[in-house]
C-alpha cells in the first residue's frame, strides 16, 4: 500500500463526526490537510485540538452547495499546497420526515448537498487531476442509497443517485489515473446517523452502530491503496448482531 505522508487531502464536513474522524486518521498518516466546513471557529479548533501545524493545515468556510465555493475550496488548496491529491466528500444532510411532509426546501437542500456538491467538485476536481496526471475523489455515501427507508426517502434517494452518478463519472476517468470510490457506511455512532437511525426505527439487528474511528480507517484504507488498484464501491458494517 502507498504512503500518504504529504499527501494534499481535503475534506468537507471536517468540523464533526465522520469528517473529525476522517481528518484525524488523516493527520496521522502525514498528510497536508484543508478542511472544510461552515463554521470557521469550529475548523480551527479541531486543527489545533490534533496538533496539527499550521503549515501543514488549511480551514476554509464554505457553502458547497455553491459552486464558486466549491471553486474557492480548490482554489484556496492549491495556492497553499500546490496541488490536491484526495478529495473526500463527506459533508452530507437528512431529514427523517413522511414524502408528504417534506417541504421542497428541505428536498432541495438534502440534494444540493448530498448530490450537487459532489457534482460541483467534480467540475472542479477532474480538470485539475488531469492536469496533475492523477487524484482520487472518496464520496461517503450510506447503506441507506441500497434500499428505500421509510420516512427517509429523500435522504435515501440522493445517496442511491450518488452511488449512480460516482460510479458513472469513475467509468470516464478511470484511464486517467483518476480514481472515485464510494464508501457507505452503516448506521454510524454521529449525532446526525443515530438521530436519523433511531426516528426511522431502523431494521438493522446490529448490536451497535459502527463508531466514527471505525468509518474514518475504511477511508484510509481507500487512500492507501497502491495506483492499480480501485475500489469502486464498498460497504462497511458492524459484525456483530443481535440474537
Request: hydrophobic share 45%; net charge positive; with cysteine.
Amino acid at each position: 500500500m502507498r504512503s500518504l505522508r504529504g499527501k494534499v487531502v481535503v475534506v468537507t464536513g471536517a468540523s464533526r463526526g465522520i469528517g473529525e474522524g476522517i481528518v484525524r486518521l488523516f493527520a496521522e498518516n502525514g498528510t497536508r490537510i484543508c478542511l472544510i466546513a461552515r463554521n470557521k471557529k469550529r475548523l480551527t479548533a479541531v486543527a489545533k485540538e490534533l496538533g496539527i501545524p499550521s503549515k501543514e493545515y488549511l480551514v476554509v468556510a464554505a457553502d458547497i452547495t455553491r459552486r464558486h465555493m466549491v471553486k474557492k475550496i480548490v482554489n484556496a488548496a492549491v495556492r497553499k499546497f500546490g496541488q490536491i491529491d484526495i478529495f473526500v466528500n463527506n459533508a452530507g444532510v437528512g431529514i427523517h420526515k413522511p414524502i408528504t411532509e417534506t417541504a421542497e426546501k428541505e428536498f432541495d437542500t438534502i440534494f444540493n448537498t448530498n448530490l450537487k456538491a459532489v457534482y460541483y467538485s467534480f467540475l472542479e476536481l477532474i480538470p485539475l487531476f488531469r492536469r496533475q496526471g492523477e487524484g482520487q475523489i472518496i464520496n461517503i455515501s450510506s447503506l441507506a442509497g441500497r434500499m428505500g427507508v421509510a420516512n427517509l426517502a429523500a435522504y435515501s434517494s440522493s445517496k442511491a443517485a450518488l452511488n449512480v452518478f460516482s460510479e458513472a463519472v469513475a467509468l470516464e476517468v478511470r484511464n486517467e489515473n483518476i480514481k472515485i470510490s464510494v464508501l457507505a457506511p452503516a448506521s454510524t455512532d454521529t449525532g446526525l446517523m443515530s438521530n436519523l437511525s433511531r426516528r426511522s426505527k431502523s431494521p438493522s439487528r446490529a448490536a451497535k452502530k459502527l463508531t466514527v474511528a471505525e468509518v474514518a480507517e475504511a477511508v484510509i484504507f481507500l487512500a492507501k491503496q497502491n495506483t492499480n488498484a480501485w475500489t469502486s464501491m464498498t460497504d462497511i458494517r458492524p459484525l456483530l448482531v443481535r440474537k
